[in-house]
């Protein structure tokens, strides 16, 4: 077993200065966020993460969840997935609990969650430009099932996508617009040359078993983290890194559209290092849309009607993202999707390329250092702090869950008042809660 080390000390010292605290006139301390190291990584307390924003953190003996205003995330012990407002989210390290409490890796927590539930991490840019890259083509199939072809069905919903974002407006490049085989690398030539502001890609999963089917959704996979279907850790940095936060909302906002329109089993939103968002330097993901070797979802993929509803998904998912990043509010998703299958089991894709880099996890051994506090991102100040759609979460809710509590809002937007805010909220970025070490 992994030697995990907590650090308590925190706490203690908290209690110790905390009389001090009230006793002066200066500025409210936010409480500590308490951290542990297990095998050199940093892991943070949800409960006390939870506390700082506002939120409630409820236990269970399987998993934990953390609820506020529209928001409602679950973790899962010993697993590397949770739930987003109902949306299978993947994360870079397991969940673990330790006692009553329950530590995520702060990787995960400012690379992959932060950024799907609140937009003060994202790069607010404008959105003009998109680039559509339908996988596959010419001498290569991709994924074939009975009667359908994986580089046909991309080609179509692509093409579909092209003539909804055009005409909402944006201007749209395609890697290819017929039956051609572009290579990956002239993919992404072709995109650093056009220098578009999204590049999205547009795959079908395919699976030796045909029972498997659902959607999923890829982004980058951060340095130093091992991709979804990965265990160790990659510490090449790669232009496709250079948007890590803004991949994982683009990634989230179209897995959540997705999903919910199509009614397919969600997958959920994965990591990967594919080539084709390895190597882009703009906001990227790909997107599975189905599985085609799956009886029912071939039939899906190769009907137009259901085309179209593919790329309408995708489109909104675009549309809810640059919403996310410009801090406006963002309406609801309006269909639920089915249960999610976030164990099964992902087919692997020929053409996407072998990941970069080749280096191992860097596993020290627990040597964390106690200090008072850890640090997290400060409260929204500016934007919309979550996703806008309540939904039941993907994993069953350990105990019942009490009415939501306020997420931290923008007082100029929402109205409210710093007093209906945690005062900590109100003043201080959590970031600056958790200690400085050598490791970070
Ligand atoms: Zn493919």
Redesign the pocket.
């Known amino acids: 077993m992994i030697l995990r080390n907590i650090l308590f000390k925190s706490s203690a010292l908290f209690l110790l200065l905390f009389p001090f605290f009230i006793l002066t006139a200066a500025p409210a301390k936010a409480p500590q966020i308490r951290y542990t190291f297990d095998l050199g990584r940093k892991y943070l307390s949800l409960r006390d993460i939870a506390s700082f924003y506002g939120l409630k953190f409820v236990l269970g003996q399987s998993a934990c969840e953390i609820t506020g205003n529209k928001l409602r995330a679950s973790f899962v012990f010993d697993k590397r997935y949770g739930a987003v407002n109902g949306i299978t989210v993947h994360y870079l390290n397991a969940i673990y609990k330790k006692g009553q409490e329950v530590f995520i890796a702060e990787q995960d927590f400012f690379s992959v969650l932060d950024p799907i539930v609140r937009s003060n991490s994202l790069k607010n840019q404008k959105i003009r430009t998109i680039m559509l890259d339908p996988?596959?083509g010419g001498k290569d199939n991709?994924?074939q099932g009975k009667k359908f072809k994986?580089k046909d069905v991309?080609l179509d919903v692509a093409r579909k996508l092209r003539d909804i974002l055009t005409a909402s407006g944006y201007k749209v490049i395609m890697t290819r617009e017929t039956d051609v085989f572009p290579t990956l690398e002239d993919r992404t030539n072709k995109c650093n040359a056009a220098r578009p502001d999204l590049f999205i890609s547009i795959?079908?999963?395919?699976a030796g078993n045909p029972g498997i089917n659902g959607v999923e959704t890829f982004r980058m996979t951060p340095v130093g983290a091992a991709s979804t279907s990965d265990s160790q850790a990659k510490f090449t940095r790669c232009p496709g890194n250079i948007f890590d936060n803004n991949n994982s909302r683009l990634a989230f906002e179209i897995q959540q559209s997705l999903a919910r329109t199509t009614r397919q089993i969600d997958r959920g939103v994965k990591h990967a290092r594919f080539y084709v968002i390895r190597n882009v330097s703009c906001p990227a993901v790909l997107v599975?849309t189905g599985f085609i070797t799956n009886p029912v979802e071939e039939m899906l993929l190769g009907n137009p009607v259901r085309q179209l509803t593919i790329a309408k998904s995708i489109a909104e998912g675009i549309k809810r993202y640059q919403a996310a990043i410009s801090g406006s509010p963002i309406a609801a998703v309006p269909e639920q999707t089915q249960q999610p299958a976030p164990a099964a089991q992902t087919a692997s894709?020929?053409?996407?390329k072998a990941p970069a880099g080749n280096n191992n996890g860097n596993n020290k051994t627990g040597n964390g250092q106690g200090t008072q506090s850890a640090q997290l991102p400060q409260p929204d100040t500016k934007k919309d702090p979550s996703p806008a759609s309540p939904a039941p979460p993907s994993i069953p809710a350990p105990t019942p869950v009490p009415p939501s509590l306020p997420m931290p809002q923008d007082p100029k937007k929402s109205g409210s008042t710093a007093s209906s805010q945690p005062a900590q909220a109100a003043k201080a970025d959590v970031r600056d809660m958790i200690p400085q070490t050598k490791d970070d």
């Open positions: 996988g596959h991709g994924a994986e991309a795959h079908c999963n395919g599975e894709d020929s053409t996407k």
